[in-house]
T-cell receptor
Framework: GEDVEQSLFLSVREGDSSVINCTYTDSSSTYLYWYKQEPGAGLQLLTYIFSNMDMKQDQRLTVLLNKKDKHLSLRIADTQTGDSAIYFCAESTYSSASKIIFGSGTRLSIRP | DAGVTQSPTHLIKTRGQQVTLRCSPKSGHDTVSWYQQALGQGPQFIFQYYEEEERQRGNFPDRFSGHQFPNYSSELNVNALLLGDSALYLC????????????FGPGTRLTVL
């Protein structure tokens, strides 16, 4: 079945790295995503990774994929107050690429 | 270049009523997907419209229906509203039915009393 799980909360100090973790169950997942949602706003696609990749880096963001364990992580380097938001892990398959299955989201809070 | 727009931003209805939500896709996009996001939850896929037809559907009852117009804009209709239909309804657009890159609108907050 399709299920994406992630922890609900994460608190980090400003300037530190944040690591948000996610597990998924669908072994046919082809695309794995990280979305960001700020209060009162829609979803912003941060990055996505193909299932045949292990890692993807984009400026302060690093995505790591362990396909064997069905584990996905998002690392945000030098976390800033503007990174405060809810981060959603999500997946879709090649045959249903537009049907995105989301986790419940991890609320990231930044402390000074 | 306008992004995805949705109307209205907020809506209050009572149980049993019907509601219509609207979405205009990002310029150049031809596919619209609808998601329901309950408070504290991640979005759940309702359905997708491409070439004016429903192409994929999530686990939602027939009370949820939609339409896509020739200009690619879309409507989501919900009949016989229940309290549990209270949620943020998100529209996402993309180019092509099978693409995975979707752009989300700001959503419509529906409250059912």
């Amino acid at each position: 079945g399709e299920d994406v799980e992630q922890s609900l909360f994460l608190s980090v100090r400003e300037g530190d790295s944040s690591v948000i973790n996610c597990t998924y169950t669908d072994s046919s997942s082809t695309y794995l995503y990280w979305y960001k949602q700020e209060p009162g706003a829609g979803l912003q696609l941060l990055t996505y990774i193909f299932s045949n990749m292990d890692m993807k880096q984009d400026q302060r963001l690093t995505v790591l994929l362990n396909k064997k364990d069905k584990h996905l992580s998002l690392r945000i380097a030098d976390t800033q107050t503007g990174d405060s938001a809810i981060y959603f892990c999500a997946e879709s398959t090649y045959s249903s690429a537009s049907k995105i299955i989301f986790g419940s989201g991890t609320r990231l809070s930044i402390r000074p | 270049d306008a992004g995805v727009t949705q109307s209205p931003t907020h809506l209050i209805k009572t149980r049993g009523q019907q509601v219509t939500l609207r979405c205009s896709p990002k310029s150049g996009h031809d596919t619209v997907s609808w998601y329901q996001q309950a408070l504290g939850q991640g979005p759940q896929f309702i359905f997708q419209y491409y070439e004016e037809e429903e192409r994929q559907r999530g686990n939602f009852p027939d009370r949820f229906s939609g339409h896509q117009f020739p200009n690619y804009s879309s409507e989501l209709n919900v009949n016989a509203l229940l309290l549990g239909d209270s949620a943020l309804y998100l529209c996402a657009s993309s180019l092509g039915q099978g693409t995975n890159e979707q752009f989300f609108g700001p959503g419509t907050r529906l409250t059912v009393l």
